[in-house]
């Protein structure tokens, strides 16, 4: 298995700026995610970071708002761009390992409240 | 596309009683299915999945679900639900098309557990 260590895991920020959340696995893993979960909703995929090339975005997410870095095979960044409190949400960072998305781990969550 | 129905949004059961969650799924081909548990202000836990075998799945903390291709169900169980059970249930599908490993998320069922 795989252990994720999400930081921040809480923070409350001001209206018209930007957050970066940081994902760090103990093991290179092949593919890692970034999820939403808005009060009181369910999980939506917001990307998959893609290491060494851009992201790959689900339809409504766009990178303007929440461009992602993956350097490496261990590290990936989130960055909420000019927030709003419509951003204020769980964000998730996810790893699979294993063949066919066997391994599917989620780290703790940021919990982000926008002001 | 895939999809999860969680039909209860809410359950509550007294500690000591049995508890059924249901999950209802949409997926073209032969799904892997996850059952996820969220604490409060907690990220998620795996609880079991389902990839292929045996239709019986036994988890972590006593749970266990049943993969039912007929009804396309899988729905989670407990024998005897302790009071911290009570937390947030999520079933999810994982697509594992192509290069893809989107899991869907049902809206979740909150449990309830008294005393």
């Known amino acids: 298995s795989a252990v994720i260590s999400q930081k921040p895991s809480r923070d409350i920020c001001q209206r018209g700026t930007s957050l970066t959340i940081q994902c760090q696995v103990d093991s290179q893993v092949t593919m890692m995610f970034w999820y939403r979960q808005q009060p009181g909703q369910s999980l939506t995929l917001i990307a998959t970071?893609?290491?060494?090339?851009?992201?790959?975005?689900e339809s409504g997410f766009v990178i303007d708002k929440f461009p992602i870095s993956r350097p490496n095979l261990t590290f990936s960044t989130l960055t909420v761009s000019n927030m709003s409190p419509e951003d204020s949400s769980i964000y998730l960072c996810?790893?699979?390992?294993?063949?066919?998305?066997?391994?599917?781990?989620f780290g703790s969550g940021t919990r982000l409240t926008v002001v | 596309a895939q999809s999860v129905t969680q039909p209860d949004i809410h359950i509550t059961v007294s500690e000591g009683a049995s508890l059924e969650l249901r999950c209802n799924y949409s997926y073209g081909a032969t799904p892997y299915l996850f059952w996820y548990v969220q604490s409060p202000g907690q990220g998620l836990q795996l609880l079991l999945k389902y990839f292929s075998g045996d239709t019986l799945v036994q988890g972590i903390k006593g749970f266990e679900a049943e993969f039912k291709r007929s009804q396309s169900s899988f729905n989670l169980r407990k024998p005897s639900v302790h009071w911290s059970d009570a937390a947030e249930y999520f079933c999810?599908?994982?697509?594992?098309?192509?290069?893809?490993?989107?899991?869907?998320f049902g809206k979740g069922t909150l449990l309830t557990v008294n005393p």
């Open positions: 996810s790893v699979v390992f294993g063949e066919y998305g066997y391994g599917y781990t």
């Open positions: 970071a893609n290491q060494g090339s851009e992201a790959t975005y």
């Open positions: 999810a599908v994982l697509n594992s098309g192509g290069s893809n490993y989107k899991l869907t």
